[in-house]
């Protein structure tokens, strides 16, 4: 059975930080590109970031405040979230993709607001 258990979101001021898990089972972790997305109120769920063997990738909007990475060894990806601004603020869930099989977590939430 596969679960991806996001954990580390919260209540955070604006230009405090936090840092997000993602903890996979029952999957091969390091054979999988792993995501963070996000999905604000009233909007669609939107990319935030990858990390594959190429490496990562950001969504614009995130660059050089977020960095995503991953502990093959614990199976655990992970996102910093600093500077955060409260359009920052959405329900994050974690993906893991890998040919035909892609997973999602559950989601957790994260609010910026003073």
């Known amino acids: 059975q596969v679960q991806l258990v996001e954990s580390g979101g919260g209540l955070v001021q604006p230009g405090g930080s936090l840092r997000l898990s993602c903890a996979a089972s029952?999957?091969?972790?390091?054979?999988?590109?792993m995501s963070w997305y996000r999905q604000a109120p009233g909007k669609e769920r939107a990319l935030v970031a990858s990390i594959t063997r190429a490496g990562t990738n950001y969504d614009e909007s995130v660059k050089g405040r977020f960095t995503i990475s991953r502990d093959n060894a614990k199976s655990t990806l992970y996102l910093l979230m600093n500077s955060l601004k409260p359009e920052d603020t959405a329900v994050y869930y974690c993906?893991?993709?890998?040919?035909?099989?892609?997973?999602w977590g559950q989601g957790t939430q994260v609010t910026v607001s003073s």
């Open positions: 029952g999957i091969s972790f390091s054979n999988y590109a």
């Open positions: 993906t893991a993709r890998w040919v035909l099989s892609n997973y």
